[in-house]
């Protein structure tokens, strides 16, 4: 994580400036006795409450609680799987989630993108997500960044993530940010859908199949979403596979869906594990 | 959400150790003991003291 961006490291620094300034100004003061910890592995009261009903899992506990609020997220995209993929993971108590998409909201995006309400018509996609996210959950922070990811911006937006989530719309997109997580050995969470369909797909670069090892090239003339249409609750669903992902990849509470995908045919509800294995000859991660 | 506390606190102990937790008579007094036993933990109950060895 880096330590500059996450809120604990802000008010832990602004604590050492002010107790610094106070010893300056008067050094004979008596220093106040250090409050004890927070009970409940580390955890304030007001955690607790909030986060009790993940708390209680037997897979979660104090552990994970800390290993999501002491992560870095960056989520590429502020659309239709964006919008459980932030909502899940601010609400779950992440230490800091970016979200960056160079457009504005548009009347055709309310249908599936629940982050975005008829007021937002025209105010950029990243600030009116993150708007609502902070209303979520005001102990995450959130950064909105209205920029387009593309090969040449993806190193350094990509930098310092714990866990990526491209829940973009493009394949040059998914390409550019799995060729910049491979570069930077940042895990990655990888999903697409259209009509009832999608995929999920949890990369760890160096150590499982990336997405190029599982789909080498682009499909020719893929539809879009304009052309071909989506569903909201199909969007939905894959967005909340992946926003699990990106818990398991942070927490390890269970094992991600790695070295291949989840197919997901929500016509027929069915839902196909594909094994893909990792390619020598991949030009992202074969040399890692 | 005393479950929970109790939980969060037998965490932070290691197998074998034990833990009580006072409760006043209610809903927590029946539900923490069981599950805690559902956790794998031994459990006793003494008025409204829930003994709980860590498994």
């Not at chain 1, 610094?20 to 409940?40: C, G, V």
């Not at chain 1, 398991?248 to 790695?258: H, I, M, Q, S, Y």
């Not at chain 2, 559902?38 to 003494?46: L, R």
Request: contains cysteine; negative net charge.
């Amino acid at each position: 994580m880096s330590e500059g961006a996450s809120r604990r490291g802000f008010f832990r620094d602004l604590g050492k400036a002010v107790a610094s300034t106070r010893d300056a100004l008067a050094p004979d003061a008596q220093p106040e006795p250090p409050a004890p910890p927070p009970p409940y592995g580390g955890l304030s009261d007001a955690e607790v409450e909030r986060y009790a009903r993940q708390l209680v899992l037997p897979e979660w506990g104090a552990a994970a609680q800390a290993a999501l609020s002491e992560a870095d997220v960056l989520v590429v995209g502020a659309g239709a799987l964006a919008a459980p993929v932030a909502s899940y993971l601010v609400g779950a108590g992440v230490g800091r989630l970016g979200i960056l998409d160079p457009d504005v909201v548009e009347v055709s995006n309310l249908h599936r993108q629940t982050l975005h309400f008829t007021p937002d018509l025209g105010v950029p996609k990243a600030e009116s997500a993150a708007a609502k996210l902070r209303f979520l959950n005001p102990d995450v922070v959130v950064e909105p960044y209205q920029v387009r990811l593309e090969e040449d911006n993806a190193a350094a937006l990509i930098e310092g993530q714990d866990v990526v989530v491209d829940c973009s719309d493009s394949f040059a997109t998914r390409y550019a940010v799995n060729a910049a997580c491979c570069a930077a050995r940042v895990r990655l969470v990888e999903a697409g859908v259209l009509g009832l369909q999608g995929m999920v797909m949890s990369i760890k670069p160096g150590r499982t199949a990336c997405y190029r090892c599982a789909f080498p090239a682009a499909p020719v003339d893929a539809p879009s979403c304009a052309d071909a249409g989506v569903l909201g609750p199909a969007a939905g669903v894959v967005g909340s596979l992946q926003a699990l992902e990106a818990m398991k990849l942070l927490t390890g509470v269970a094992p991600a869906l790695t070295d291949g995908f989840l197919q997901v045919d929500l016509a027929s509800a069915g839902f196909l594990r594909v094994h893909a294995s990792r390619r020598a000859d991949c030009p992202d991660c074969g040399k890692l | 959400m005393t479950w929970v506390r109790t939980k969060l606190a037998l965490e932070a102990l290691r197998p074998g150790d034990v833990l009580d937790v006072r409760c006043r008579p209610g809903e927590a007094l029946e539900n923490v003991p069981r599950s805690a036993r559902e956790a794998g933990h031994a459990v006793s109950v003494e008025g409204t003291t829930i003994r709980i060895v860590r498994a």
